[in-house]
């Protein structure tokens, strides 16, 4: 994934010229907390943000230009570089919004912390349930109901709490990919009681088929 | 995990007498865009954004009684709730910070966008080794070759491509699950095709044991 595919398009931007009190009636309207500053071919040459405007209209300052940040100072990334490098940039800096460059220096979007959030909790949210329909259609010879009794089986083995395949069923119906990581203690630890539970119905269904 | 896992213990609150302007420079000096306004107990009782603090320096308001939101319009949440319900709600409104109160209405602490970018970011960025690496413990009696070499398989059955075992080692060292999961075109995809992996190593296995 693109930084281009997670950016806001409908940033605002504002000029040097600009007069500190319309952009933070700018600001106000839009609820942005930042913006960058562009000159005439829409380049990055500043950023404000609203701190920046709260001490211009304290101040009494006039113009953008003498409340803006120089662009030597702003994190930003290119639309072309990976998603992952603004995650990493936000979460590093603390930052709630990061300006996008083309590779003309352009600003072409603005990424936001809270759209972040959304796409990153995207893969949290996912069903435990789709994980054991994608596993039951990849094992093939092996049904549904066989997947839960073994899934059941290895659930006992490992907390010592019995459980009716049913009732293993109706929990990873409910549950999130998300609180089964953290229930389990990791990723890495979820995947190992996975493959546990195909390890079990793949040593049944050689063992049935070897009858 | 918890929402008082998550959230940032060390906000700033300012009262309803507080004026504006001091209020602004508090904001500034810590550089937090939004501030929960609480009594004298600490209870929450309305929640200022640098946009109200900036139409309060506008329009020449005094008081932070007169700019703030009243509490009922603040989302907010309890510090036992589920982290994953401040996740959703900064999502879905789209915040950059949510107050989170204990059980008598107290502010204790404020979740904050980029916390959570932070967060969430932690779980794209394990390194697949990591989870062949629990696997491979897990299934005893196959050795880390035999698991390499069952990928390469299982790789060049996908994709067609064929890609020696010290190469597909060399990628999972440093593609993150992250990275993977785009890669192969989901969650459930990149599970399933470990359970491909899984189920050649096993098979493979049983057919030794029995010789």
């Given at each position: 994934m693109k930084v281009k595919e997670i950016m806001d398009k409908e940033f605002i931007a504002v000029s040097p010229g600009d007069r500190v009190v319309d952009v933070s009636l700018k600001?106000?309207?839009?609820?942005?907390?930042?913006?960058?500053?562009?000159?005439?071919?829409?380049?990055?040459v500043g950023w404000v943000t609203s701190f920046d405007v709260m001490r211009g209209l304290r101040d009494g300052v006039e113009l953008v230009s003498d409340v803006m940040q120089p662009p030597e100072r702003i994190v930003h990334v290119n639309e072309n570089d990976p998603a992952r490098l603004a995650v990493l940039e936000t979460a590093h800096h603390k930052l709630v919004s990061v300006p996008v460059l083309d590779d003309e220096g352009r600003v072409v979007g603005v990424v936001r912390s809270f759209d972040i959030v959304e796409t990153l909790s995207q893969l949290y949210e996912i069903k435990v349930y789709k994980i054991f329909e994608a596993m039951n259609s990849e094992l093939k010879g092996v049904s549904w109901d066989e997947l839960m009794e073994a899934a059941a089986i290895i659930t006992r083995r490992r907390?010592?709490?019995?459980?009716?395949?049913?009732e293993y069923e109706e929990r990873i119906r409910n549950s999130t990919f998300g609180e089964a990581i953290w229930a389990t203690g990791g990723l890495e630890k979820f995947f190992v009681g996975l493959i546990a539970i195909g390890e079990l119905v793949i040593a049944r269904k050689i063992a049935r088929a070897r009858k």
């Open positions: 600001m106000e309207k839009t609820r942005k907390f930042t913006t960058p500053v562009v000159d005439d071919e829409g380049k990055l907390t010592g709490k019995r459980i009716k395949p049913k």
